[in-house]
Nanobody, 124 residues
């Protein structure tokens, strides 16, 4: 069982940076691939990035590739999302979750673990 708490969101101007953190409780954090997802107003929640259990492999949505970096510290039970060169279209509530690879090689979050998320607002 894992409980997740996101933090680090805020309001920035386009071109700025933010670093999101996700603190996980539970002794099995290092057993899970972890992902970041986001939901913009009026849109479906979408995949942003995923990192494997030991941090050795990552992948990103095309929309954030080259600008965002996912990382994790298993000793601190924390996963991070460094977001650079932010754009207004990055405005959304950002969630971390256990990442699950489903049909069509699409990443999704475990339905049982969604947290409150953290709001990111990018102004032009």
């Amino acid at each position: 069982q894992v409980q997740l708490a996101e933090s680090g969101g805020g309001s920035v101007q386009a071109g700025g940076s933010l670093r999101l953190s996700c603190a996980a409780s539970g002794r099995t954090f290092s057993s899970y691939a972890m992902g970041w997802f986001r939901q913009a107003p009026g849109k479906e929640r979408e995949f942003v990035a995923v990192i494997t259990q030991n941090g050795g492999w990552t992948t990103y949505a095309d929309s954030v590739k080259g600008r965002f970096t996912i990382s994790r510290d298993n000793a601190k039970n924390t996963v991070y999302l460094q977001m650079n060169s932010l754009k207004p279209e990055d405005t959304a509530v950002y969630y971390c979750n256990v990442a699950v690879l489903g049909p069509g090689s699409r990443w999704s979050g475990d339905p049982g673990y969604w947290g409150q998320g953290t709001q990111v607002t990018v102004s032009s």
